[in-house]
């Protein structure tokens, strides 16, 4: 079953096993107008396939624009990334797209605006995480006294 969405391009895989069936259909003496029909696709496309049947060039390529970061600079990138937003230099815990962009654009020297960070971020595995507030001034050795010796005491009396 092709649960894929009518304006996605195919996995190349797909792509290259279409590709190839046409080339043995243009091998058998089809015409571009028979593979159009077959398999769907404009008359441009099909004849585009015949002209790289015959060059050789029948072979799919991979989609979408290239990445500007080599894979060794997304390994660094997502590195600095799990070191936390204190080791690059900010004061918070809290890592933004526009941060991530500065960060980018200072160890990697490559432009990239906020909103294909976000994309990018995605493709590295990385997901949108809404930070848990807590206050600065916080005490956890007072909070956890307190639940070891008021909270129990509440408890018995029915207040709770």
Not at 40 to 54: D, F, I, L, Q
Not at 114 to 121: F, T, Y
Request: glycine letters at 6%; aromatic letters at 8%; hydrophobic letters at 35%.
């Amino acid at each position: 079953m092709n649960n894929h969405h009518p304006n996605r391009a195919l996995p190349v895989e797909e792509l290259q096993a279409r590709r190839l069936k046409a080339g043995r259909l243009f091998a058998r003496g089809k015409t571009a107008y028979y593979i159009e029909k077959k398999f769907g696709v404009s008359s441009t496309t099909a004849r585009e396939w015949r002209g790289r049947w015959n060059n050789g060039t029948l072979w799919a390529e991979k989609q979408g624009r290239i990445s500007k970061l080599t894979d060794a600079q997304k390994k660094r990138l997502s590195s600095c990334i799990l070191k936390g937003p204190e080791a690059a230099g900010y004061k918070t815990q809290l890592w933004t797209l526009e941060r991530i962009t500065a960060l980018i654009r200072k160890t990697e020297r490559v432009l990239y605006r906020p909103r294909s960070v976000w994309h990018l971020m995605h493709n590295l595995g990385f997901s949108c995480q809404k930070p848990s507030r807590r206050a600065k001034e916080r005490n956890e050795k007072a909070i956890a006294e307190w639940r070891k010796t008021t909270w129990p005491k509440l408890l018995k009396r029915g207040l709770s």
